[in-house]
């Protein structure tokens, strides 16, 4: 039998391993609500001034809590560039739940935070988003056109992004003592955009990831991290990192249009093993491969112990 507890094991190690190279699993950026873990990518031009007098911030967001208290007073933020944007889940109430809200600093003014009106709900996937044009901000919520409001520049002129050296974050800003606005719950795909991507007529819900274009400037699907760096998927590279506790997990993210993971699993029986799995059923002599299609291979699949040893592994169809 020690073949089998062999053959089972690489079974699981090849999974694993497709699991990474072909089938990307749809993951979220996770935050407990501590006060040191966020995710954050370095100040650069794309990510303030070189949005001028136009953008476009969304995110798909998921929260564990959206209720102040005391150590959340009035937000949770989604993502920040200090003194530039932001979005959170803010109230000003402890016993009400938030809602969506903006603030945008245009150069020479200060900031301000507008209410979207639009309650995002605990445990539940909501699309965020806001654009501004340099004089009105417009909120939406699951595509839905919400409020606007007038957000110029100085003395009514069309306003520009104020320039800054700081990071952008998801997850909490720096203002306000160490506490403040630490996001509690899930975020994902968000992406910034140096263009009016929504009009007051409202959109339908992306169903699938977003796909870079030239007006993309930073892009985080957040589901892959290598040595803590989330890759921005945008030409822009704003790559990111996560800080202290703050995790990538397997997440439900309503964005489902794309191959589902494939399954594969193993267990013993008297004279070998049965393969239960879904997508396409594949193996090799190596579990470096090559590998080849396992002809007419319908779940379950009973194997022998008593042959070589082989390697099995699904892949989505
Ligand atoms: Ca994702
Ligand atoms: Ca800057």
């Known amino acids: ?3 089998a507890a062999i053959t089972i094991l690489a079974l699981f190690v090849s999974v694993c391993a497709l699991t990474q190279l072909c089938d990307a699993a749809q993951m979220a950026l996770k935050l407990d609500g501590d006060i040191e873990s966020y995710f954050e990518a370095p100040d650069h031009s794309s990510l303030d001034a070189g949005l001028g007098s136009a953008f476009t911030v969304e995110a798909w967001v998921n929260p564990a809590t959206n209720l102040g208290d005391d150590t959340h007073p009035n937000e949770y933020m989604i993502l920040n560039k200090e003194d530039s944007y932001e979005i959170s889940v803010r109230n000003n109430d402890l016993a009400t739940e938030g809602s969506f809200q903006i ?3 245009p150069e020479g003014l200060s900031w301000e935070w507008w209410d979207s009106g639009e309650i995002v709900p605990m445990s ?14 417009r909120t939406f919520v699951n595509g839905k056109f919400l409020m606007s409001f007038d957000k110029t520049g100085v003395d009514g002129e069309k306003g520009v992004v104020k320039d800054t050296d700081a990071s952008f974050k998801a997850g909490r800003r720096v203002r306000g003592g160490d506490t403040h606005s630490i996001y509690k719950g899930l975020i994902d795909e968000i992406r910034i955009s140096k263009v009016i991507r929504y009009t007051e007529a409202g959109f339908p819900l992306p169903k ?4 870079p274009d030239a007006d993309t400037v930073a892009l985080y699907h957040f589901d892959e991290a290598i040595g803590g760096v989330v890759k921005d998927a945008s030409t822009y590279a704003n790559h990111g990192k996560l800080i202290q506790n703050a995790v990538l997990v397997p997440a439900n993210t309503p964005l489902g ?3 589902t993971t494939p399954t594969i699993n193993a267990n013993k029986t008297a004279s070998g093993i049965v393969i239960t799995f879904t997508g396409a059923l594949e193996s090799a ?9 396992v002809q007419a291979a319908a779940s379950p699949l009973s194997v022998k112990t008593d042959q070589p040893m082989r390697f099995y592994r699904s892949r989505s169809q």
């Open 208 to 211: 699938s990831a977003f796909t």
């Open 103 to 105: 603030a945008v600093q």
């Open 124 to 137: 539940k996937w909501t699309h965020v988003a806001a654009t501004w044009d340099g004089l009105v901000i």
């Open 1 to 3: 039998m020690k073949k």
């Open 285 to 293: 002599n190596d579990v470096k491969g090559p590998w080849a299609a």
């Open 257 to 259: 249009s794309g191959s």
